[in-house]
């Protein structure tokens, strides 16, 4: 069950202290921004995708993230390599869908690891989402589509059929475990304009995850901490190659007083 109060910077904290290895087999596209978002929050980031090593190093990891977006059949065959070892461990899989719907092989690959292991919080955009949960949607390569349907149904749906935590990333994200439910209303603009902001975002509910087992109070700060910072960020920067850099700065320096005035949480 959900907690009654979502604690942000108490959570924020936990990682700066705790230091938890968050191990990824993700997207060649964005890993080092994975991993440097995942570092700067205070976690320690591990990127390894050889079938000979993704059990073992999922063993001494505290959570698991899967990002399918430069998949290849080998490269999903290691992460149910991996994720059956941190089923095993007891530790939390995250799954971003990264591109659900553009293709059949992206299709057929989620649908394995969503049968084959077990995913404790799967994320994506709208129209990722929504063809996860069976809807006939398309995705623009790894962009969201508009989807003229009730994303909140849909996402609650997914999360009782799938015993998983549903992360929408969106204008406002919905976070949900099929009963307990939150609307999160903070961002910017810019981070459609640059590349990895979504595959970020997995890596720090990732690494909240890795410190909370409450997943939708995990999801929910990780995804509040990433989003203040990123409205820091554009306060403060020229354009897109400057917001990037910015947001690890915002992200590092992230303190009680600005989540506090800054959180935009709500309970559906």
């Known amino acids: 069950m959900a907690k009654a109060k979502i604690d942000v910077f108490d959570l924020l904290e936990k990682i700066r202290c705790e230091k938890p290895v968050v191990h990824h087999l993700t997207n060649w596209v964005t890993i080092y921004d994975c991993a440097q978002v995942v570092k700067v929050m205070g976690g320690s980031p591990v990127m ?3 079938k000979e090593e993704v059990a073992q190093m999922a063993r001494i990891a505290s959570s698991l993230v899967l990002n399918i977006g430069t998949l290849t059949v080998d490269f999903v065959e290691a ?20 591109g659900a719907g553009a293709t059949r092989l992206r299709d057929e690959k989620c649908f394995e690891l ?35 349907k009730d ?3 849909i996402a609650q749906e997914l999360a009782i059929k799938r015993k998983a935590t549903v992360v929408v990333t969106g204008k406002e994200d919905i ?9 999160i209303k903070n961002g910017d603009p810019m981070l459609t304009h640059i590349v990895g902001s979504g595959c970020m975002a997995a890596s720090v ?10 997943l939708v ?7 509040i901490c990433f989003e203040i910072a990123a409205e820091c960020a554009a306060a403060k920067s ?31």
């Open 217 to 223: 109070y995990a999801s929910c700060a990780g995804l």
């Open 114 to 148: 969503l049968d084959e292991t077990h995913i404790h919080i799967i994320k994506g955009n709208a129209s990722e989402i929504a063809r996860i949960n069976g809807e006939e949607v398309s995705t623009k390569g790894v962009d969201a589509t508009e989807i003229d």
């Open 79 to 98: 992460m149910k390599i991996a994720a059956h070892a941190a089923n095993e461990k007891g530790i939390p899989v995250i799954l971003d869908v990264c």
């Open 48 to 50: 390894a995708h050889a």
């Open 205 to 214: 509910v990732g690494a909240f995850a890795a410190v909370e087992r409450d």
């Open 238 to 268: 020229k354009g897109p190659g400057t917001f990037k850099e910015n947001i690890f700065d915002c992200l590092a320096a992230l303190d009680e007083e600005t989540i506090k005035k800054n959180e935009k949480l709500e309970r559906l």
């Open 175 to 183: 976070v949900t475990d099929g009963e307990i439910s939150y609307l």
């Open 151 to 153: 994303l909140f149904k």
